[in-house]
């Protein structure tokens, strides 16, 4: 598990833009693409905008990226809700990489078809190969909750099926989600937070008792692949060993 600890979100945002335009960099020295899987939320925004902008920008290969999706609200494109508008947004109508090496989830289709469709288009990129995603993102929800692997769900123990569609009831609405499974067997998993309000969630999810049906990001363990946390100042603040 590597720490990486920041100021705060603009410090944060700019140092995670740079070690992954040398992790993309590294990676592509050695294969033709990377496939990256990007995350919703306010924390990956704001690394998007910057992604979006010289001089990152123009120090990524973006013909050879390949973008992926973490999970989705089960809402139209359009709906300012969807986790791949957000990312169209600040990204990637911004930088010149082939429309058909993004996938979204298709929202036109019913939740479980979209699932399926979606496994379809990861087994079609990722079957025979030693790993899954070169790197993915991920945030922490205040539950402790990623993807849309929430508390006290069926679908943090799904150990088959990479995507699910499920309705979830607090919420009121249909989550779409890569399982533990196929994000496992990513070369990489990087998880940002912020803010002290997720300082006690963090200290339970690192240094607590193992319990992911109560914080479902614990369950997020590479098998291979190096597990890195991109934190600031405030939400690592109750962390004892962050060496």
Known sequence: MNFHISQDIDSLSQDIAEWLIEHIQKTLSDKARYALALSGGSTPK??????????????????????????ERY?????????GK????????????????????????????????YSKILHHYFDN??????????????????????????????DKKWVKAYFVEKLNMFRITLTVPVVIRSS??????????????????????????KYPSQIIKPVNGNLHWFLDKAAASRLKNTH
Do not use: C
């Open 46 to 71: 704001e690394l998007y905008t910057l992604l979006a902008r010289p001089p990152y920008r123009d120090q990524i290969d973006w013909k050879k990226m390949h973008i992926f999706f973490g999970d």
């Open 75 to 83: 809402v139209p494109f359009d709906d300012d809700r969807n986790n």
């Open 86 to 117: 957000m990312a169209y947004e600040t990204l990637l109508r911004h930088v010149p990489i082939p429309e058909k090496q993004i996938h979204y989830f298709n929202t036109t289709f019913s939740p479980e078809q979209s699932a399926s469709e």
């Open 129 to 158: 190969q030693p790993d899954t995603f070169d790197l993915v993102l991920l945030g922490m929800g205040d539950d402790g909750h990623t993807l849309s692997l929430f508390p006290g769900t069926a679908v943090i123990h799904e």
């Open 188 to 213: 990489a998993v990087a998880f940002l937070a912020v803010g002290e309000k997720k300082a006690a969630t963090l200290k339970e999810v690192i240094e607590g008792n193992y319990s992911p049906d």
